[in-house]
C-alpha cells in the first residue's frame, strides 16, 4: 500500500534527493503529520538516514539528524539560516517582538539588552525564591497522597517566573498568568481546530486567547505605572527582569515590545521546566536505584538543610541526572530553522524556502552515540563519554548564538527543585510505563502523569 512505502537512503550523487518515510499520494505527508507527529518522527528515525525529506501541507521540509550538520546550521553557518515561517505564523502574534523570533541586528540588540538578567550572579541571587518555591510546594503534600505530578510543577515554574520576571505577588501573578498560559497552550496544539485558523476568528479557544492576553496587558499596565511612581532608588534595587526591561531606552523597548518579551519569557519558561520536573519524577519513581542513590547523595551533601545555588556543585550526581531526562524527553524536542539562501546539506541541494525540522528527539535516542538510547541512565555520562560525544549529538537548550538564554535559570531552578522536594519525599510512579506522549508546543505527556509521595524519615 501507497502509505507504506519507504524509500531507503541510497548513495548521495549530485542533484539525488533525500529519502522519504511512506506517503499518501496528493496529501503526501500532511496526514501522518497531523494525526501522528510522534509516529512520524519515530519513522523518519528507523530510516537511519542523515537527510529526510518530508511534504507537509504543500510545505517541502527535511529533517536533519546528523550531529555534524546540526553543528553547521546552529553555529558554523548560522548566519545562512532564520527562525521560518512556521514558527512565525504559529507565534508571531503573541512574541513576534520578542526575542524568540526576532532576526538580524533587532535580535542582537534585544539579546545584548537582555543578557545582564541571565549572568550567573544574578541567577545566583534567584536561588533561595527556587528553593523556598519548591518547599512550599512540597509542604502542600502529605505522606501517601497521590497526585498529577505536572500541574503541582506548573505551579511551581510559574511561582519562580513571576516572582523573577515581575517580582509581584503571587495571586496576582497567578490570576494574570494562568488563564493566559492555558489558553496559548490550547490554541498551539496542533489537534485543535484553533491551531489553523487566525487570531481573529472567534473560536472559543481564540476568545479565551483574546480576552487573556488582555487581562495580561491590562496588569502589566497596572505593575509598570507602580514602578514609575517609585522613586529611583527603589527602582535601582529591584533585580526582576521588568526592571530590567523598564530601564531601556524607548527605542530599543517599547510598550509592545516590552509585553512581547515578557510573553517570550513565559512561554518558553513555564512549560519547559516544569515538563523537565515531570519527566524527573516519573523517571526516578520508575527507577528505585537511581532515586536511592540521589537521595544518598543529597543526605551526604546538604544533611537535611535545604539547598542553595552554591550547594549545587556539590552534587554531581543530580546533575547527570537532569541531563539525562533532558536527552530522553527533551521538552523542546525539535529545532525549526529556514535557509536564507541555497544550501547544501548532507550532499543535498536545499532550496531557500525549505523547512528544516532538527529533532532533539531523534538525535538524543541514536544509538549511533548512546548505548541502549531509550534507557534511563544518569551514570552514561561519565567525563570521558561527554568527550566522546560528538557536539551537536546533545542539545537540549539549541546551539550557537541562539541557544537558549534561560538554559543556567532552567538548569538551577530544576535542579534546586529537585534537591529540595526529593530530600523531604521518595516519589512512587503511578502512572503505567510507556509513558504517552504529544508534540504540541512542547513534548507533553497526554494522560496525568500521576505519583504517590512519601516521607522520608
Ligand atoms: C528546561 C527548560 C528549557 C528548555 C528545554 C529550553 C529550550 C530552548 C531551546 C531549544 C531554545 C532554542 C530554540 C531555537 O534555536 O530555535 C531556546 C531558546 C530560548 N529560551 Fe529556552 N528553554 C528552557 C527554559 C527557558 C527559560 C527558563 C527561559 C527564560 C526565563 C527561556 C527563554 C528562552 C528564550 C528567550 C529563547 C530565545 C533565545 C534567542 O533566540 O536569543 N528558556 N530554549
Not at 70 to 92: M, N, S, W
Amino acid at each position: 500500500m501507497a502509505t507504506q512505502e519507504v524509500d531507503r537512503p541510497g548513495p548521495v550523487t549530485p542533484g539525488s534527493k533525500p529519502p522519504r518515510p511512506g506517503r499518501v499520494p496528493l496529501v503526501d505527508n500532511t496526514l501522518s503529520m497531523l494525526r501522528d507527529p510522534l509516529g512520524f518522527y519515530d519513522r523518519v528515525g528507523e530510516m537511519d538516514a542523515d537527510v529526510v525529506g518530508y511534504n507537509v501541507a504543500g510545505t517541502t521540509g527535511y529533517f536533519v539528524t546528523h550531529p555534524d550538520l546540526v553543528e553547521r546550521i546552529l553555529v558554523t553557518d548560522e548566519g545562512d539560516y532564520e527562525k521560518g515561517a512556521l514558527l512565525q505564523r504559529t507565534l508571531g502574534e503573541y512574541i513576534g517582538e520578542g526575542l524568540f523570533l526576532l532576526e538580524g541586528d533587532e535580535w542582537k540588540a534585544q539579546r545584548t539588552a537582555l543578557q545582564p538578567a541571565f549572568y550567573r550572579e544574578r541567577i545566583a541571587a534567584y536561588g533561595a525564591t527556587m528553593t523556598d518555591f519548591a518547599a512550599e510546594i512540597g509542604d502542600g503534600w502529605t505522606d501517601g497522597e497521590r497526585f498529577d505530578v505536572l500541574p503541582e510543577m506548573r505551579e511551581y515554574t510559574l511561582r519562580v517566573l513571576g516572582k523573577t520576571l515581575l517580582d509581584v505577588d503571587i495571586d496576582r501573578t497567578a490570576g494574570a498568568l494562568e488563564p493566559l498560559l492555558a489558553a496559548l497552550r490550547e490554541r498551539l496544539d496542533p489537534r485543535s481546530l484553533s491551531a489553523y485558523v487566525p487570531l481573529a476568528v472567534p473560536t472559543p479557544t481564540n476568545r479565551r486567547v483574546r480576552s487573556a492576553r488582555a487581562t495580561f496587558e491590562a496588569t502589566l499596565d497596572d505593575i509598570i505605572a507602580e514602578r514609575q511612581a517609585e522613586t529611583a532608588e527603589d527602582r535601582a534595587a529591584r533585580d526582576d527582569v521588568l526592571s530590567l526591561l523598564l530601564s531601556l531606552d524607548e527605542a530599543t523597548m517599547t510598550r509592545e515590545r516590552l509585553g512581547h518579551q515578557l510573553l517570550t519569557f513565559l512561554v518558553a519558561g513555564h512549560d519547559t521546566t516544569a515538563l523537565t520536573l515531570t519527566y524527573t519524577w516519573y523517571l526516578l519513581g520508575r527507577h528505585p536505584e537511581v532515586q536511592a542513590t540521589l537521595h544518598d547523595e543529597l543526605d551526604s551533601a546538604l544533611g537535611g538543610a535545604d539547598p542553595t545555588a552554591e550547594d549545587l556543585f556539590e552534587l554531581p550526581y543530580l546533575d547527570d541526572v537532569l541531563t539525562e531526562v533532558l536527552r530522553l524527553y527533551p521538552p523542546a524536542f525539535t529545532t525549526f530553522r529556514q535557509p536564507t539562501r541555497p544550501v547544501e546539506l548532507g550532499g543535498y541541494d536545499i532550496a531557500p524556502d525549505a523547512q528544516l525540522t532538527i529533532p532533539q528527539w531523534l538525535v538524543h535516542r541514536d544509538e549511533r552515540w548512546y548505548d541502549d538510547p531509550d534507557s534511563f541512565r544518569p551514570e552514561r555520562w561519565t567525563d570521558a563519554f561527554d568527550e566522546s560525544l560528538p557536539d551537536y549529538a546533545y542539545y537540549p537548550f539549541g546551539g550557537g548564538p541562539r541557544h537558549c538564554i534561560g538554559m543556567r535559570f532552567a538548569r538551577m531552578e530544576a535542579k534546586l527543585a529537585i534537591a529540595t522536594l526529593a530530600q523531604r519525599y521518595r516519589f512512587e510512579t503511578v502512572t503505567e510505563p510507556p509513558l504517552e506522549l504529544a508534540m504540541r508546543i512542547t513534548l507533553s505527556p497526554t494522560e496525568p502523569v500521576d505519583v504517590r509521595v512519601h516521607e522520608r524519615a
